[in-house]
């Protein structure tokens, strides 16, 4: 899909008229005086680099929110902890005073057993009837294979795409 705006796509097809009408007017015309002489007949040259200026700004915007969203991330891993260490002190000293409840307006902590926990002291000598085995495909290695001439049914290279290439200073 095309992101440009209607004024941008008229432009286009505007400058690939006056590209149409330039090379049959002169088919020896050279690639760079034709790309000069394009530029000052349409708008299309200033709009794609507004364009890509605007994509550059929103990948800088996208970089911005992973780094927020890591910076978060972290702060809710370190909140996580915080509160978990909260509840083991105060569950540490219920139990050693003898506390098995601790009501107050808007909560009620109590002491209890919870269940026992899984302990693996050598999963080498687990039987294999508790373990999953997930086949898990290979995606790198079939389109190598795929690349390297090889058939395989249910595969196949798909048509690449071009891409844009920006460079910044």
Request: some cysteine; charged content about 30%.
């Amino acid at each position: 899909m095309i992101y440009l705006t209607e004024q941008a796509q008229a432009e286009a097809a505007k400058h690939k008229a006056w590209r149409e009408c330039l090379l049959a007017d002169d088919p020896a015309l050279d690639e760079q005086t034709l790309a000069d002489t394009l530029e000052g007949l349409t708008d299309l040259t200033d709009m794609l680099r507004a364009t890509v200026r605007a994509a550059l700004s929103d990948e800088a915007d996208v970089d911005a929110c992973n780094e927020l969203a890591e910076n978060l991330k972290a702060r809710m891993h370190r909140l996580k902890e915080r509160a978990q260490r909260r509840r083991r002190s105060v569950a540490a000293i219920m139990q050693d005073t003898g506390m098995e409840r601790l009501a107050a307006p808007d909560f009620t902590a109590s002491l209890r057993h919870n269940q026992p926990g899984l302990v693996i002291v050598d999963d080498a000598m687990i039987p294999q009837e508790f373990w999953r085995m997930v086949p898990t495909l290979d995606k790198l290695k079939l389109k190598e294979a795929l690349r390297d001439g090889a058939k395989i049914d249910g595969a196949a290279l798909g048509n690449a795409e071009m891409s844009l290439t920006v460079r910044t200073k």
